[in-house]
């Protein structure tokens, strides 16, 4: 996907430039526990070409989102096999269901699973038996 998405923005011409200070800002909201899901981050907006916050999940799959525009590209280019393209659906759907909370993200998920796990103590530190069931 994102090679694919590299070659679009690059063929294209995307303009996704914002201040640095917004992109620190977006670094400092991607902190937070659950941000994929319910934070808005600084992104550069196509039809007024400014920066503003939206949720992820319109940044990636909303009428102008990043993989919405992606799927355009594709489809005019045909450059890639029905297999690969499949793929790169599957890729961009899992991005999609875990920006709208539909999936969890992968530090959500073990985050349950830890907090789950019988030898864990609620202390932050990892039981070693947790970390060998991971394996």
Same mark, same amino acid.
């Given at each position: 996907?994102?090679? /694919?998405?590299?070659? /679009?923005?690059?063929?294209? #011409?995307?303009?996704?430039?914002?201040?640095? *200070?917004?992109?620190?800002?977006?670094?400092?909201? %991607? !902190?937070?526990?659950?941000?994929? %899901? %319910? *934070? @808005?981050?600084?992104?550069?907006?196509?039809?007024?070409?400014?920066?503003?916050?939206?949720?992820?999940?319109?940044? &990636? /799959?909303?009428?102008?989102?990043?993989?919405?525009? &992606? #799927?355009?590209?594709?489809?005019?280019? $045909?450059?890639? *096999?029905?297999?690969?393209?499949?793929? &790169?659906?599957? =890729?961009?759907? &899992?991005?999609?269901? #875990? !920006?709208? $909370?539909? @999936?969890?993200?992968?530090? %959500?998920? @073990?985050?349950?699973? @830890?907090?789950?796990?019988?030898? =864990?103590? $609620?202390?932050?530190?990892?039981?070693? /038996?947790?970390?060998?069931?991971?394996?």
């Amino acid at each position: 996907v994102i090679r /694919a998405l590299a070659q /679009a923005i690059v063929e294209e #011409r995307w303009d996704l430039v914002i201040p640095i *200070s917004l992109c620190d800002a977006n670094d400092d909201i %991607s !902190a937070s526990r659950n941000a994929a %899901s %319910s *934070s @808005l981050f600084w992104f550069r907006d196509f039809s007024s070409g400014e920066a503003k916050q939206q949720p992820l999940r319109d940044i &990636l /799959a909303g009428p102008n989102g990043l993989f919405v525009r &992606l #799927r355009g590209w594709l489809d005019r280019h $045909g450059s890639c *096999s029905a297999e690969v393209r499949k793929r &790169l659906e599957v =890729y961009m759907m &899992l991005f999609e269901e #875990r !920006a709208s $909370g539909a @999936l969890p993200t992968p530090a %959500s998920f @073990l985050r349950e699973q @830890l907090k789950g796990h019988p030898e =864990y103590k $609620g202390d932050g530190v990892l039981p070693v /038996a947790f970390v060998h069931s991971l394996c």
